[in-house]
Structure formats: C-alpha cells, structure tokens
C-alpha cells in the first residue's frame, strides 16, 4: 500500500511540473500580448526587412469563393495552335503519338493543329509519326525556307516548296515571329513582313485555300525596357532573347503595320494572326483590323493570361467577334491545361491562376463564362469553316521531276 502511494505521489510529479510550465508560459504570453501594441503608423524600418526575393513570392489567395473543374470541354475542341512533336525543334520534351490521343480524349479535343512542320523530309517525318496513323486527330502546317531568301529565283522555290508541303499532306503556312524580327538577307537587312518576294507565296495559299497562320511582332512589354516597370519582368530575365526594345528592332507598330499591308494587299487569302494578332493587351485595336479585314481569323495560344485578367472587355470581345476566335494553346497538350482553358472559357469563376502562372506576370485570371453557341464556334466551328476552304490536292499541278 504504502509502496503504491508513494509511487502515485511520484506520478503527480510530471503533472505539477506541467502546470508550472503552463503558468509561465501563459504569464509570458500576457505580458507579450501587453507589450504588443496595435499601431496605426507604419514601420520606418519595414523596406530594411522585406527582403523576400519577387520569384520567392507566392502568396495564396484567401479568397472562398466557388471553384469549378472543367476536365472535358462543353463541346469538341480543335487546338489551332500547337507544336506537339513538330518537325521545327519548338516543342518541348517528344510524347509518344498514342499518349498524345489519350490526353485528347480525355479533355474532349478532337484535333490538334500542329503548325511548325517544316518542309520536305522533315514535314514527311511529322506526316508519317502523327497523320498517318491518326489522320483525323493531327493536321500539319508547313513553313518557308529562310536560308534561300537570297536566291533570284526565292519567290517559285517557296511557291513549289509550299505545293509539294500541301502535295505530302500539309493543310497551311505557318510563320513564325522571325520574319520581320530575324530574317535576313545577305547584306544584313531585315526583311520586313510585307516584303514583296513574299506576295506570291500569300497568293498561293490563297489559290489552295490553305490559311497562313503568322505570328508577327509580340507582346507590347517586350518592346520596352527590361526594368521594373516592365509587367513581363520575370519572363524576360529568363528569357533575354525575347525582348526587342532598342534600335536594333523595328517597333511593334512597324510591323503590326507591315503585316496589315499583307492582309490588305491579299484579301483572297485567310490569315489567322495568332496570339489574338499580337495585342491582346489592346482589343480596340485588334477589333477595328477585324473590322477593317474581312480575311483575317484569332486565336488566343499563350495568350488565357492577357485575355483573362480583363474579363469584361475579353468576354464582349468574344461576342462580338464570336466568328473570327479560334481556341489554341501553344502548350503542350496536357490535361490540366486544357482544364484550364476550359474553366475560363466556361466558367464565372474569380480569380485563378492561369495555365503557366507565374511565367507571363503576377497576375490571376477570371472566367468569361461564354454562352454555348459562342463556345461552340470557339471551340471548333470556326476552325471547320477554315478548313473547309482547302480546295483540294487537285489544284497542285504535277508534281516536279
Ligand atoms: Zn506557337
């Protein structure tokens, strides 16, 4: 008994140390809680301790409000604007053909434009690995040849190059950004996108009733300096390459300007000016060249974070031009992407990080929730219509020795 006693006595001893422990514990806190006086001024001193680096920086919203998963698209999609497993070195890691189809499926995109096909064997290869064995799945555009741009003859080898592409199977032309802010000719001279070697190839995509995908110029941040005005700050110290402010480039409105005197000057010939013309950031301006240009087409690929951070302008932009938007990506195709193009495409919801956050600028997006005809014509009866006007291989004279 006695034994036992003293053992319970040793038991308490834990117990008492504990609520001492608690006590001062809870006096601390007091006089803490005391000390720490609410002030309505700001700290002198707070710029010395903000030293959190910007790309540390990832703070998550406290907002509740509704979120919805849209993993499957309300109707089938086409992707105008990808470069899955291209022939052109943009895309990123080679996913196996199959795969691709199974992310497809899943997501409700029924086709996938895959615009950097390259020319010759290269456009054969890409043919071979995706159109043959899924031919309703994949369609391929070609592209120009920019080291003959010096040859006489420049003009027929890429009128020829484009026939022989369309003759394999391409179904358009793909220009990349490069012309009228890389392309050379052999004294140095950049050629401009309305340089006149070029009308015969504008007229014969016309002709075959192929459209010409172009990206011309980039987003207006890149044309200024790389500081900390700049909202594409980060992106464009990753990606140095990507900013064109200074002399050395002609300015955005140059070639947005070069590039309007080709849709002018070919009004046969259906362009689809890619990344919503370049100037998503400016949808007046992109309205009145719809208005002002009968043939040319948008579609928004990399550009969900542009078009989503102004929702109300965005969503009467795709009213009113509800039958000139195509749906693109320029991303690899993966689910969780597509889901995303999906939730802002179709839902009301607030403010979500877009596909890709925080590459193009710290900024979160809202959904448009676009009626279902609007949606429809987005998602693939714009691009159907397109397509439709490919007058067939028949056109192509013989092929060439
Ligand atoms: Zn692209």
């Not at 369609?139 to 080898?157: G, H």
Request: aromatic share 10%; hydrophobic share 40%.
């Amino acid at each position: 008994m006695f034994r036992d006693k003293n053992k319970r006595g040793e038991d308490r001893r834990p117990i008492l140390i504990g609520a001492l422990l608690l006590i001062l514990v809870t006096v601390a806190g007091l006089t803490l809680a005391l000390s720490q006086e609410i002030k309505y001024s700001q700290d002198p001193a707070a710029a010395k301790r903000m030293t959190l680096l910007l790309k540390d920086y990832d703070p998550k919203s406290m907002l509740h409000v509704p979120s919805h998963e849209v993993p499957r698209a309300k109707f089938p999609v086409i992707d105008v604007h990808n470069h899955v497993n291209d022939a052109g070195g943009v895309h990123g890691e080679e996913i196996p053909p199959a795969e691709v189809i199974r992310r497809m499926d899943a997501a409700n995109v029924k086709k996938i434009v895959i615009l950097t096909g390259m020319w010759g064997d290269k456009l054969q290869g890409l043919i071979d690995k995706m159109v043959k064995p899924y031919p309703d799945r994949f369609m391929v555009f070609a592209q120009m040849d920019w080291s003959k741009i010096n040859d006489p003859s420049f003009s027929q080898e890429m009128v020829q190059q484009l026939d022989d592409a369309v003759r394999r199977g391409a179904r358009g032309l793909k220009i990349l950004k490069d012309l009228g802010l890389g392309v050379r000719d052999s004294s140095g001279k950049l050629i401009p996108v309305d340089d006149p070697r070029l009308d015969p190839v504008w007229e014969e995509c016309g002709r075959l009733g192929i459209p010409v995908a172009i990206h011309t110029s980039d987003p207006e941040a890149f044309f200024t300096p790389t500081d900390k005005n700049n909202e594409r700050y980060e992106e464009l110290m990753t990606n140095p390459s990507w900013s064109f402010h200074g002399a050395k480039f002609p300015s955005k409105q140059t070639l947005l300007d070069q590039e309007h005197h080709v849709f002018e000057k070919h009004p046969h010939t259906t362009f689809l000016a890619l990344h919503v013309a370049n100037w998503p950031e400016n949808l007046d301006a992109v309205s009145s060249w719809l208005d002002k240009y009968p043939n040319m087409y948008v579609e928004f690929g990399a550009r969900e974070a542009e078009l989503g951070r102004q929702p109300r302008r965005a969503r009467k932009f795709f009213l009113d031009y509800q039958d000139r938007i195509m749906f693109g990506t320029d991303s690899d195709p993966e689910e969780a992407m597509y889901a995303n193009y999906f939730r802002w495409l179709e839902t009301p919801d607030e403010y979500f990080a877009y596909a890709g956050y925080p590459g193009q600028g710290r900024w979160e997006i809202y959904g448009m929730e676009l009626p279902d005809n609007v949606l429809e014509k987005v998602y693939n009866k714009n691009a159907e219509k397109i397509f439709a006007q490919f007058k067939g291989v028949n056109q192509l004279g013989a092929a060439k020795p």
